[in-house]
């Protein structure tokens, strides 16, 4: 379906109002899980059974696997470095779980996300306003679908940017050390 201009344009402030009131949404609705509580965040109520601690220990070796030391991402898919924001609310969610797990220790946990919030502080973002819809998860550049380097990029996706604020949610109230950083200026949401 083709669009006049002036549709374009009108279909274009939609979708940021949409967007928007998403956001506030996602800001100004009251989060009691973690926010009240963030003991939970390493209170395992029951232990995890042998065969569920291999199930963990596997699960958390596909990041380790995909892991991009120059960006501190991961591969969305297995042996192919491209990510979306999904993705990497995905990594960020796995990284909190093997922390929580002592699949990991604090100091490889620090590192993993000082790399990873450093490179997603530096993005070149969509229109100099959102974060791409993919990214190239070795070198962080903006890419399409097939890996290929753009320079304006795609696009961008709400359903991406709310998983990866929900996913620093859990970062801020898991581990308050980064509290300042994801709520300071070099965020870049």
């Not at 604090?106 to 919030?117: E, G, I, P």
């Not at 791409?132 to 890996?147: C, H, P």
């Amino acid at each position: 379906m083709i669009y006049k201009p002036r549709q374009q344009k009108l279909l274009r402030w939609i979708a940021l109002f949409l967007v928007g009131t998403f956001l506030q949404l996602l800001f100004y609705m009251p989060t009691p899980v973690l926010s009240q509580n963030s003991s939970i965040c390493s209170n395992i109520t029951a232990p995890l059974t042998p065969e569920e601690q291999t199930y963990a220990r596997g699960a958390w070796q596909y990041f380790v696997k995909n892991y991009q030391p120059v960006t501190g991402f991961t591969n969305s898919t297995g042996g192919y470095p491209s990510g979306t924001l999904w993705d990497m609310g995905n990594y960020l969610m796995a990284l909190n779980a093997a922390r929580w797990l002592n699949l990991t220790d604090q100091a490889d946990f620090d590192a993993h996300l000082n790399k990873f919030l450093t490179t997603l502080s530096s993005l070149k973002l969509f229109e100099d306003t959102l974060p791409n819809k993919v990214y190239n998860a070795a070198t962080a550049q903006m890419v399409d679908y097939g890996n290929n380097p753009l320079e304006r990029g795609i696009g961008w996706s709400a359903l991406d940017v709310g998983r990866i604020l929900a996913a620093f949610d859990v970062i801020r109230t898991c581990h308050p050390q980064y509290n300042d950083w994801l709520k300071g200026s070099n965020a870049i949401l």
